[in-house]
Structure formats: structure tokens, C-alpha cells
């Protein structure tokens, strides 16, 4: 991906990003979607030694290209009814779900909570030629009075502090259409996932499934949980 090819808005956010980190674009597949992802090369730049699965308080979760990620994306766009649809990515980071649900032709938000995250998602939908893609600052703890609704509602990695359970089903409950539908996708290790579905249960029939990525450094199971709304 060529950055002199952005749209010249779009490269000045390119540029910004460029002077506060180390970046690179990496192409990813999504079946028979093509994505440009920007994404830090140098993540201590940002991490400063920090695990995710032992300092979930202060990771910023953003940063990577989650395997759940992956797998979310892969699930949107086989989705038989997707295009034509409303969808909400939820925590998007670098928006790859989002992304790639937008090339299979539905009309995404993209939502996290810091305007440089945001940054990073208009590089990633104009490199990747995407035009049906806003974007939306979302805190969780403090959402906007008036929220749209969309059909669909997705996140990847997006349950780590506990805190943050009850406004995430807060938001969901105001963000989602009637008869609309939830998505999620985590990592099989992230402890967080089943004492929040133990509260979504009142209000959302959930069904799950697993799926099995390989990767070089080692294999990763990613839970996938559908939540649809009690009537």
C-alpha cells in the first residue's frame, strides 16, 4: 500500500500518525476480501512490557491485530444477509471486523474511545478502498444521550474489566435494533468472558461456538458467542 495514494485528507492523518510512531500497512484476506491495515511495527513504543493477560487494566488493547479479530471478520462476512445491513463495531481498534464486514457490504461504524484510535481506522477504511465507513468516539461510561440503532452489533476483545460490563450492556441494549444481533469474539484464555455472559443471560439468549487458529508462535482458541435479545 502506497500512503501517497490516500485521499489527501486522509494522508495528512497518515502523516500525523507517521511522526508519533513506527508504522507500517499489512495486507490481510478476508476470504475473498482485501484489507491494508496500518498497524505499529514497534509496539514497546506503546506497551512498555505490558500483558495483556495479567494487566488487562492498562493495555491498550488497540494496538494489535487480535486472532479473535480475525475470526470475527471471517464470521461478518459469511454472513448470508450482511449486506445492506447497519453494523456497529464496538472497542474497533484498528477495525479489522469492521473493515471487513464494510467490504461485504454492509455500513459500518467504527467506535473506540480516543481520537488516535480513530486515526488509525480512516487510514485503514481509505486504504483499503472502503467509502461506507464512519466513525464514532464511544465512551462506554458515558455514551451519547441520542445513540443511533444498527442491525448488528460486533467486538473482538472487548470484555477485559469488569467494570465496564454493566455500560457495555447498557450501550448494547440502546445500540441494537429490535430483532438485530450481537457478535463477540474472544480468546479462549480471557477469564472476563463467562462472568459477562452470566449477566447478558437475563437479557439475551447466547449461543457460542469455538474455533481453532494456527499460528507460528502457538494454536489459539477463539470463543464466538452469538447474543440475540429475549422476547
Same mark, same amino acid.
Given at each position: 500500500?502506497?500512503?501517497?495514494?490516500?485521499?489527501? =485528507?486522509?494522508?495528512?492523518?497518515?502523516?500525523?500518525? *507517521?511522526?508519533?510512531?513506527?508504522?507500517?500497512?499489512?495486507?490481510?484476506?478476508?476470504?475473498?476480501?482485501?484489507?491494508?491495515?496500518?498497524?505499529?511495527?514497534?509496539?514497546?513504543?506503546?506497551?512498555?512490557?505490558?500483558?495483556?493477560? *495479567?494487566?488487562?487494566?492498562?493495555?491498550?488493547?488497540?494496538?494489535?491485530?487480535?486472532?479473535?479479530?480475525?475470526?470475527?471478520?471471517?464470521?461478518?462476512?459469511?454472513?448470508?444477509?450482511?449486506?445492506?445491513? /447497519?453494523?456497529?463495531?464496538?472497542?474497533?481498534?484498528?477495525?479489522?471486523?469492521?473493515?471487513?464486514?464494510?467490504?461485504?457490504?454492509?455500513?459500518?461504524?467504527?467506535?473506540?474511545?480516543?481520537?488516535?484510535?480513530?486515526?488509525?481506522?480512516?487510514?485503514?477504511?481509505?486504504?483499503?478502498?472502503?467509502?461506507?465507513?464512519?466513525?464514532?468516539?464511544?465512551?462506554?461510561?458515558?455514551?451519547?444521550?441520542?445513540?443511533?440503532?444498527?442491525?448488528?452489533?460486533?467486538?473482538?476483545?472487548?470484555?477485559?474489566?469488569?467494570?465496564?460490563?454493566?455500560?457495555?450492556?447498557?450501550?448494547?441494549?440502546?445500540?441494537?435494533?429490535?430483532?438485530?444481533?450481537?457478535?463477540?469474539?474472544? =480468546?479462549?484464555?480471557?477469564?472476563?468472558?463467562?462472568?459477562?455472559?452470566?449477566?447478558?443471560?437475563?437479557?439475551?439468549?447466547?449461543?457460542?461456538?469455538?474455533?481453532?487458529? *494456527?499460528?507460528?508462535?502457538?494454536?489459539? /482458541?477463539?470463543?464466538? /458467542?452469538?447474543?440475540?435479545?429475549?422476547?
Amino acid at each position: 500500500m502506497d500512503p501517497q495514494t490516500l485521499p489527501p =485528507d486522509v494522508r495528512l492523518v497518515y502523516d500525523r500518525i *507517521k511522526a508519533r510512531y513506527q508504522v507500517r500497512f499489512e495486507a490481510l484476506s478476508v476470504r475473498k476480501h482485501r484489507l491494508h491495515v496500518l498497524r505499529m511495527t514497534d509496539l514497546e513504543q506503546i506497551l512498555d512490557g505490558k500483558n495483556p493477560l *495479567k494487566d488487562v487494566g492498562s493495555f491498550p488493547f488497540w494496538v494489535k491485530i487480535w486472532e479473535a479479530s480475525l475470526v470475527l471478520a471471517d464470521l461478518l462476512v459469511a454472513l448470508p444477509r450482511l449486506r445492506g445491513t /447497519t453494523m456497529l463495531e464496538l472497542g474497533a481498534g484498528l477495525g479489522v471486523p469492521g473493515l471487513a464486514a464494510a467490504a461485504a457490504g454492509a455500513t459500518v461504524t467504527l467506535s473506540d474511545y480516543e481520537e488516535h484510535i480513530l486515526d488509525f481506522e480512516r487510514v485503514n477504511a481509505a486504504a483499503s478502498g472502503l467509502k461506507d465507513v464512519s466513525f464514532s468516539l464511544l465512551d462506554w461510561k458515558n455514551p451519547p444521550t441520542d445513540m443511533p440503532r444498527y442491525d448488528v452489533l460486533a467486538g473482538a476483545e472487548i470484555l477485559f474489566r469488569d467494570e465496564f460490563f454493566e455500560p457495555l450492556l447498557q450501550i448494547m441494549q440502546r445500540a441494537l435494533k429490535p430483532g438485530g444481533v450481537i457478535y463477540l469474539a474472544h =480468546d479462549s484464555r480471557r477469564q472476563s468472558l463467562h462472568p459477562f455472559l452470566k449477566l447478558a443471560e437475563q437479557d439475551y439468549v447466547i449461543a457460542a461456538s469455538k474455533r481453532r487458529l *494456527k499460528s507460528v508462535e502457538e494454536d489459539r /482458541t477463539i470463543i464466538l /458467542t452469538r447474543l440475540q435479545p429475549r422476547k
